[in-house]
């Protein structure tokens, strides 16, 4: 595999970071631009910074919408590696692994296992940015690690053990304390176990959810700093995707220039406004549904296809390979929504080469021709000029 040489640049490495670990520790940590808690969307606007990797640890749930699992494969498929562990990147790396997202830590191996299953084990409550996301209760899977451990060290029993993760499953995660977890076991622990716990405990409590943060950013940064890249996903094949996800998207991208950065939808309001916008959009959705019927009819382009396509846009737009990027980033697009895109046009063409037979009784390209000159007025102009007298050239 060939590999890029090592980089230390900030971008390359994207971390999503919240109550799991705090920033300071995770910059001392690796290399890496942190971002808060993904929201939904957020993964999507991240690529606009062109990162090799993206690091998804803590996401948000509940009163604002989680990030999506779209996002992840749209990453993927712009060619970013994608990790994930210690909490919500644990639970979409159990979702995605087999897609191609990287799950790293014991908590994600417990989901893959099924041995976790409900989400809510790695919830909590944390304090907002400005307070650094500072946990304010204990998540389940923290409580189950230091009962595991406990009981490892002979501090607790099976029985004792298991009473102190149902007492904190009987919680709500956001009243799940440890003096609250350790009051709700009550009798469940005699005296003597009491004094060995506090014994114990005074070395300070295991944090799972830390050590598979740390974890995750480490193996993240180990990946950005080899210079490899992330297994292709060229070939994969999966439906394009729904209206509902492309609209998302499309609102919700970044177009980066050289002033800086502006939303796409913002982007979108002034095309509304323009004077070719009735054009621009017929011409897109004249596209979309002559790819959408070709593939409902099973046809598909080969790469050859799509890649004659790719090259004679460029060719179309007359920019050059080493402009490329920025010219995709100003557009809010990747490499791979440029080839979905050109992978369209191939199958218009498709279409329009092969419409005779589409049809039971299809029209002609000389029939087509015809149709729309005269529309246009193409056609009478051209009956005039070929009716019109001849001058007869002046004697001298």
Not at 26 to 34: S, T, Y
Request: aromatic share 6%; with cysteine.
């Amino acid at each position: 595999m060939k590999r890029r040489p090592a980089s230390s640049r900030p971008d390359d490495l994207i971390v999503f970071l919240g109550p799991s670990l705090p920033e300071a520790e995770a910059l001392a940590l690796v290399p890496c631009r942190v971002l808060p808690p993904a929201r939904q969307g957020d993964l999507w606007r991240a690529l606009t910074l062109r990162p090799r990797a993206i690091a998804l640890v803590d996401g948000v749930f509940e009163a604002q919408p989680s990030v999506w699992h779209h996002e992840v494969l749209a990453a993927l498929d712009a060619g970013v590696a994608v990790f994930g562990g210690a909490s919500m990147g644990a639970l979409r790396a159990a979702e995605l692994a087999p897609h191609g997202m990287v799950g790293v830590g014991a908590i994600f191996e417990a989901y893959q296992r099924g041995e976790l299953m409900d989400d809510a084990e790695v919830a909590l409550l944390h304090a907002d940015a400005e307070h650094g996301f500072r946990a304010l209760s204990v998540p389940l899977v923290n409580v189950r690690h230091v009962a595991r451990l406990a009981q490892e060290a002979g501090v607790l029993s099976a029985a004792e053990s298991r009473a102190l993760v149902d007492a904190a499953a009987a919680l709500f995660y956001q009243d799940r304390t440890w003096p609250r977890v350790l009051q709700a076991v009550g009798e469940a622990w005699p005296a003597s176990t009491q004094g060995r716990w506090r014994t114990w405990a005074a070395g300070g409590l295991a944090d799972l959810k830390r050590e598979d943060a740390r974890a995750c950013l480490q193996a993240a940064a180990a990946f950005v700093a080899s210079g490899a890249r992330p297994p292709s996903r060229e070939g994969v094949s999966r439906p394009p995707p729904s209206s509902y996800v492309r609209r998302r998207r499309l609102v919700e991208g970044l177009c980066e220039t050289e002033a800086g950065l502006v939303s796409s939808e913002d982007v979108l309001e002034e095309l509304r406004a323009g004077p070719g916008a009735q054009e621009l959009a017929r011409a897109g959705l004249r596209r979309a549904l002559l790819a959408g019927w070709a593939r409902s009819l099973g046809l598909s382009p080969t790469p050859e296809e799509v890649a004659r396509a790719e090259s004679e846009q460029w060719a179309r737009l007359g920019v050059a390979p080493p402009e490329r990027a920025a010219w995709l980033a100003a557009c809010g697009l990747d490499a791979h929504e440029f080839r979905r895109l050109c992978e369209e046009r191939a199958l218009e063409g498709l279409m329009l080469e092969h419409a005779a037979r589409l049809l039971p009784d299809g029209p002609s390209w000389d029939e087509a021709l015809a149709s729309e000159a005269r529309l246009e007025g193409r056609w009478a102009e051209m009956a005039a000029r070929l009716t019109a007298p001849r001058r007869r050239p002046r004697k001298r």
